[in-house]
């Protein structure tokens, strides 16, 4: 699943491809946004994303679309 966050005062959003569940990573991004603590993800080659929570803009979850090659019509 891809989460998008979109950090204050940054030109550019991170982008984490997790294995994670939806409820899970909207469950971590709530509690940090709340606490002001670091949100911590984990995407799928293991690698950690750190971000501070009182610096968290916007979140978008949501499922990627993988292997779509050419054209769509």
């Known amino acids: 699943m891809e989460v998008k966050i979109g950090i ?14 939806t409820e899970k990573v ?26 501070p929570g009182s610096k968290v803009a916007y979140v978008e979850i949501g499922g990627s679309i993988v292997g779509q090659v050419g054209f769509r019509s």
């Open 8 to 21: 204050q005062h940054a030109p550019r959003e991170v982008v984490v491809d997790t294995d994670e569940s």
């Open 26 to 51: 909207a469950e971590r991004v709530a509690e940090a946004v709340s606490a002001g603590t670091v949100l911590t993800l984990t995407d799928h080659k293991g690698r950690q994303v750190l971000v």
